[in-house]
């Protein structure tokens, strides 16, 4: 089975700030590779698909790159409402698939 | 728009089984697959399994063969997720969430969650 483990685990920032998560798959997935945004009570939100492309509706301060086994998600200007827990998601092994610990982005 | 609608919360006792609804919307059924997904209390996002409404194929993560069931009913646009011999640590939200056939490594969609509470 593919692990996804991602880093750190929570991070405090400040809005305006830029934010950087990492995700590493445990072997290559090529660039199946989801981020999803979620908020208290709330569903999954997906943000980015296929490593770098941007969902329909997110803003363009959400980006994704990687390749491989080594993937990240940066928020280049954090906003309030960015206060939120992010999630990657292999696809590689569709139907499958594998979720990362996830990130705590909290306000600092 | 695409809709996926779940059933309520449900609390069950041990060993207890639970069928959990996701009903669709605003598309083909059998355009589009469905996955169910958990979170425990606190905890993060874990895959239980997939449909193909199509043909009724499903796959599930290995934890839970043998537990979970996933049927489909195309003439209501409906996808159930059963889970049997309950255990405590299965209490979590459920969702259920959508990816076209053409685009099958997003999820675009997903339901509200229902919480399934196991407890004697």
């Known amino acids: 089975d593919i692990q996804m483990t991602q880093s750190p685990s929570s991070v405090s920032a400040s809005v305006g700030d830029r934010v950087t998560i990492t995700c590493r798959a445990s072997q290559g997935i090529s660039s199946w590779l989801a981020w999803y945004q979620q908020k208290p009570g709330k569903a999954p939100k997906l943000l980015i698909f296929?490593?770098?492309n941007l969902q329909s509706g997110v803003p363009s301060r959400f980006s994704g790159s990687g390749s491989g086994t080594d993937f990240s998600l940066t928020i280049s200007s954090l906003q309030p409402e960015d206060f939120a827990t992010y999630y990657c998601q292999q696809a590689n092994t569709f139907p499958a698939l594998t979720f990362g610990g996830g990130t705590k982005v909290e306000i600092k | 728009q695409v809709q996926l609608v779940q059933s309520g919360a449900e609390v069950k006792k041990p060993g207890a089984s639970v069928k959990v609804s996701c009903k669709a919307s605003g598309y083909t059924f059998s355009d589009y697959y469905i996955h169910w997904v958990r979170q425990a209390p606190g905890q993060g996002l874990e895959w239980v399994g997939w449909?193909?409404?199509?043909?009724?194929?499903?796959n599930s993560a290995q934890k839970f063969q043998g537990r979970v069931t996933m049927t489909r009913d195309t003439s209501i646009s409906t996808a159930y997720m059963e889970l049997s011999s309950l255990r405590s640590d299965d209490t979590a939200v459920y969702f259920c969430s959508s990816c076209s056939r053409s685009t099958w490594f997003k999820n675009d969609f997903w339901g509200q969650g229902t919480l399934v509470t196991v407890s004697s």
């Open positions: 296929a490593t770098s």
């Open positions: 449909i193909n409404p199509n043909n009724g194929g499903t």
